[in-house]
T-cell receptor, first 114, second 117 residues
Framework: GENVEQHPSTLSVQEGDSAVIKCTYSDSASNYFPWYKQELGKRPQLIIDIRSNVGEKKDQRIAVTLNKTAKHFSLHITETQPEDSAVYFCAAHNVDRSQGNLIFGKGTKLSVKP | GAGVSQSPRYKVTKRGQDVALRCDPISGHVSLYWYRQALGQGPEFLTYFNYEAQQDKSGLPNDRFSAERPEGSISTLTIQRTEQRDSAMYRC???????????????FGEGSRLTVL
């Protein structure tokens, strides 16, 4: 089955700096890679996702890159703000399979210091 | 309701008791998922439904765990003979997309925090 590794487990940056979170996956057939943000005490919410037919996707200050050959994908947050502080989860899945499901990494706790 | 609703929000039970956790998905959402999230960990897949059909239960830890969605809307996750290791946050999520078309965005509920003493 799929296994997702996420690094780092904690990340502290100064406001305005960039933050990068990296994930690797094991199943080469995985083709859908979302990122979820979970603020303290709240539910996870989707912030961006990418499918395997593209290498990069941007949405304002956040971007995700995908390297299928190396089986890794990354979340990039530019011009970080205190409200970006949260736990971020990457996930991977093969949408063409009826079995198995969205497998999450263990999360990265991002702290943005003002 | 506007979002995925779960009840109870908090449940404390004694070891050996059965518990039932309820999920009311967003109206019209086709797919419903159950995840378990331990403190400091990512959500761990348990099972999911397309309409009333349970499509995948490969994530259920053992036969003490079961789930149903009899009318394709509200779902119940039941844990029999609870053990301390069952203590966790149990999260339900729903999606407007039928499973075969991909999971799409999962809308998570607030979760039910289970504590087994």
């Amino acid at each position: 089955g799929e296994n997702v590794e996420q690094h780092p487990s904690t990340l502290s940056v100064q406001e305005g700096d960039s933050a990068v979170i990296k994930c690797t996956y094991s199943d080469s057939a995985s083709n859908y890679f979302p990122w979820y943000k979970q603020e303290l005490g709240k539910r996870p919410q989707l912030i961006i996702d990418i499918r395997s037919n593209v290498g990069e996707k941007k949405d304002q200050r956040i971007a995700v890159t995908l390297n299928k050959t190396a089986k890794h994908f990354s979340l990039h947050i530019t011009e970080t703000q205190p409200e970006d502080s949260a736990v971020y989860f990457c996930a991977a899945h093969n949408v063409d399979r009826s079995q198995g499901n969205l497998i999450f990494g263990k999360g990265t706790k991002l702290s943005v210091k003002p | 309701g506007a979002g995925v609703s779960q009840s109870p929000r908090y449940k404390v039970t004694k070891r050996g008791q059965d518990v039932a956790l309820r999920c009311d998905p967003i109206s019209g959402h086709v797919s419903l998922y159950w995840y378990r999230q331990a403190l400091g960990q990512g959500p761990e897949f348990l099972t999911y439904f397309n309409y009333e059909a349970q499509q995948d239960k490969s994530g259920l830890p053992n036969d003490r765990f079961s789930a149903e969605r009899p009318e394709g809307s509200i779902s119940t996750l039941t844990i029999q003979r609870t053990e301390q290791r069952d203590s966790a946050m149990y999260r339900c999520a729903s999606s407007p997309i039928a499973r075969l078309a991909g999971p799409g965005e999962l809308f998570f509920g607030e979760g039910s925090r289970l504590t087994v003493l």
